[in-house]
């Protein structure tokens, strides 16, 4: 079964512009972390934030995590074309068992 | 390392036939996941292994479906006999356990795709 949850379904940007896609999750989390998939091709792992962590930043990604509302956020600040992609968020009830929500569509136009 | 490597990457069946995928996890790695990624539902973990021994397996569909790993370097995931709705895109996932290195991050073969006519 899914345990998180991300919202929009589907985002359209223009290139330049920042992307933010939330992660509800339901059940309490040793971590969450977020991926990327593009079309095609496995997932890759983008970033990493504990349960004690509030925020985390890489490059130009920025991920927030409310253990009060089980929700995250990954920001993406100046998308690019090649941004374009489908993102997920995973949680793990253990340290072991990741579980993937639906994912949010990303594109973005050049 | 050459990553998660997985066979065959694109594989079409009929109904009835058995199908085998085939992962080779990261050198070194102890856990080895197998996914199951469909429009309708998702990212499914179907089971996970850790230094070779399946720790949960809930998520598999049904006794169709069975998986193995024999020793730390090769798994497998066969369905005995196929149908139509196993359609899929299989990942095969591989990582250091989250218990020694205090959170499970996933590496991920690029999939087979299992078509089932």
């Known amino acids: 079964s899914q345990q998180g949850e991300e919202d929009p379904q589907a985002l359209s940007i223009q290139e330049g512009e920042n992307a933010t896609m939330n992660c509800s999750y339901k059940t309490s989390i040793n971590n969450l972390q977020w991926y990327r998939q593009n079309s095609g091709r496995g997932l890759v792992h983008l970033i990493l934030?504990?349960?004690?962590?509030r925020e985390k930043h890489s490059g130009r990604l920025r991920v927030t995590l409310d253990t009060s509302k089980k929700s995250s956020s990954l920001l993406i600040t100046a998308s690019r074309a090649a941004d374009t992609a489908s993102y997920f968020c995973?949680?793990?009830?253990?340290?072991?068992?990741?579980?993937f929500g639906a994912g949010t569509r990303l594109t973005v136009k050049p | 390392d050459a990553g998660v490597i997985q066979s065959p990457r694109h594989e079409v069946t009929e109904m009835g036939q058995e199908v085998t995928l085939r992962c080779k996890p990261i050198s070194g790695h102890d856990y080895l996941f197998w996914y199951r990624q469909t429009m309708m539902r998702g990212l499914e973990l179907l089971i996970y292994?850790?230094?070779?021994?399946?720790?949960?397996d809930s998520g598999m569909p049904e006794d169709r479906f069975s998986a193995k790993m024999p020793n730390a370097s090769f798994s497998t995931l066969k369905i005995q006999p196929s149908e139509p709705r196993d359609s899929a895109v299989y990942f095969c996932?591989?990582?250091?356990?989250?218990?020694?290195?205090?959170?499970?991050?996933?590496?991920f073969g690029a999939g087979s795709r299992l078509t089932v006519l």
């Open positions: 995973a949680t793990a009830r253990g340290y072991n068992d990741m579980r």
């Open positions: 996932a591989s990582s250091l356990g989250g218990a020694v290195s205090g959170a499970n991050v996933l590496t």
């Open positions: 292994f850790n230094n070779n021994v399946p720790i949960d």
């Open positions: 934030i504990r349960s004690n962590e």
